[in-house]
């Protein structure tokens, strides 16, 4: 008898608890679109902010292989038999320049095929969401 009545009595109180609970609310449409763009935002924003580096890095490291390759130029002589009677110091700086100007290379190779995929993301994002505006860049 004395479960009988403590079952009744828990289930009336959580039935009280939650009759106030049971209404559902939704947020406003106007709460829900800013909600939205902001996300959208937010991932344009890291977009923006990735391309704009690759972009920085990609223009300071042209430079240092144009640096790199003036260099190089230098240590190699304009004679025609430059090579024959190069001196042993001079060959090994050819070779480490000639490895700087490889990795430089093979760096900028990854960083236009990475802008060149960040801009298509952009494209991508913004053909999809056209009502949010693209952060102003400051190229």
Do not use: C
Request: aromatic content about 6%.
């Amino acid at each position: 008898m004395f479960q009988l009545f403590s079952r009744a009595r828990s289930h009336s109180f959580l039935r009280d608890r939650l009759d106030g609970e049971q209404v559902f609310r939704a947020r406003s449409p106007e709460r829900d679109a800013e909600t939205d763009r902001a996300r959208i935002q937010a991932i344009m924003g890291a977009i923006e902010n990735a391309l704009q580096a690759a972009e920085r890095e990609q223009d300071g490291l042209n430079r240092r292989v144009e640096d790199v390759l003036a260099r190089a130029a230098v240590t190699i002589g304009n004679g025609d038999d430059e090579y024959l009677e190069r001196e042993a110091l001079d060959s090994h700086h050819q070779d480490l320049f000639d490895k700087e100007i490889q990795n430089g290379q093979r760096r900028l190779k990854e960083l236009s095929s990475s802008i060149a995929h960040f801009k298509f993301v952009k494209a991508a994002m913004l053909g999809r969401f056209p009502e949010i505006v693209a952060p102003i860049t400051s190229n």
